[in-house]
């Protein structure tokens, strides 16, 4: 049993099978890629964990509890954080305001009426959030307003974002897309840092392989909406079926 | 101090400043001179700013920090007004439990009209909001009657209960609207020289609640709850997948904004104890979003300011007819005299629209911050010159 798995889970859009008896388990510290050619059915998976989807059949188990037919800030609170294939962050507010906001739906949950308090007598929600940052590299620019920083600084923020409220689960979706090779190698770092940090579980979709290899350790491939092979990197890498997956037939 | 920062401290002054001594302020020429009448400094026009101002503070709740434009925030005011003037026929002519009212039943009001309408955002969440204001309107015009008393306006009459105070004063008139005995419409003149300056229990008492309502609105702005509210307006994804539900905030926010409008509709109804339909008509609501627009959407002093500027508008440039123009021009000769005047006529008197619009597309194309804006780049602007000075004499010092 890992921390989240994922049985028999089949979605249809209309006459697309996108997801065909998805078996997954993720076990607890890990991180766990899912790699696979376009329209495999990565982003239907992920959809599906975090409650933006529901499964036709099947289900997810998260920490022995289902996370089918909750609310994607439902199953935030259950302690599963999500990173966006472009940063989202809150681009009206400065880095230390999008710091706090998790950090208050941490301490004061789905809602809460705080309309007379001060943001800034909030003294241990503000360190935490400046040892965060710290740990980001971010804390000389947590008076920024976050929608003109670059798009490297807006990933690391979002994961910082993520990270404050200590999920168990962090999933990331595709963290390097569109990046330059010298922002990826830094999310990579980024990465690898804080997973011999932190006890975090990490599932990562991704498309580039070199992110992929440098991380996981153990990778997924899904084809067609069903896993193909399930094993650590090393075997992966001259997998016959792999091969065939990315390359087609012919190769 | 009051739990606020040291900007906003000095924010809450000047805006203290300004109601309580708006009297002195708005009649800045003498009684008899042709200027008087560019005077504002009368209790009723002082009463219509700061109430307005109330209404847009608390619009300005809503739409400067959640980025929801509602278009029917004038049914609130309806509301309050209409529940105060019961408050007065039933209970008695003090305001207080009329206020305390009409904030009850516009803040109900707006837990359904919110409930429904924040299902969806954007332009069709502007058009459910002005869609249930038009009915209320409408309703309250026809079939509402026994409640409203329709075209007519509800007002106060001779037959009225008014079980804690009196149907009927000594001499058989209606009695006043009062706080505690202290009249609405009492007010003392002070005469300096040609000065005339009047200072009334009505006006003193919406500024109060007017500076009251802006404290509250400054704690909620620089609170969690505000936070909270900047993120609905930045990010709704991010905050569901934050562990944040947006709804509950915006339905508070729309809640709050109502009961600020109730708040306005109700002091209304204090200053003259009748309400009639046309409180609840789409213009009023319109006014609203155009004060805060005008004035700064999602500052603080922004929507004051607007409300201020809109009402002065509305009272004084409505009042310039043309002979009041032909008596400033008429040092011209003849034919020019009325060329001129009939250049100016459209702008003035009942055209007061449209220099408002003229006014407010200009405002809105260069200053998209309002008026606000406008400040914040006259105040940069010194600034920067003052800093060349500065750098200028700098230069002048002898280099290494």
Redesign the interface.
Known sequence: MGILDVKDVNKRFGGLKALSDVNLSVSENTVHAIIGPNGAGKSTLLNCLVGKLIPDTGSVMFDGQSVLGRKPYEINQMGISRVFQTPEIFGDLTVMENMMIPLFAKRDGVFRLHAIESVSSERGLREQAERMLDDVNMLDKRNMHSASMSRGDKRRLEMAMCLVQEPRLLLLDEPTAGMARADTNNTIDLLKEIKTKRDITMCIIEHDMHVVFSLADRITVLAQGTPLVEDVPENIKGHPKVQEAYLGEAA | ML?L?KKDITLFAVVAVLALFAPFILNPFPAGSSLAQFNAGYPDLMQRFVIFGIFAIGFNILFGLTGYLSFGHAAFLGAGSYSAVWMFKLLSMNVIPAILLSMIVAGLFAVVIGYVSLRRSGIYFSILTLAFAQMSYNLAYSVLTPITNGETGLQVTLDDPRVLGQTATADGGIPVTNLFGLEMRHFTTLELGPWQFQFSVGYYLCAIIMLISFY?AI??F???????L??V???Q?????????AR??TL?AFV?SGMYAGLAGGLMASMDPLAGAERMQWTASGEVVLMTILGGAGTLIGPVLGAGFIKYFENIFSKINDQILHGWVAWLPDGLEDLVVALIHPFVGKGWHLTLGLMFMLIVIFLPGGLVEGGQRIARSLRRRKSTDDGKSASTEPAE
């Open positions: 739990g920062g509250l704690r909620i620089r609170s969690p709850f505000g936070m909270m900047r993120a307006k930045s990010n994804q991010r905050m569901f997948y934050t562990g944040l539900n509950p905030y508070a709050i």
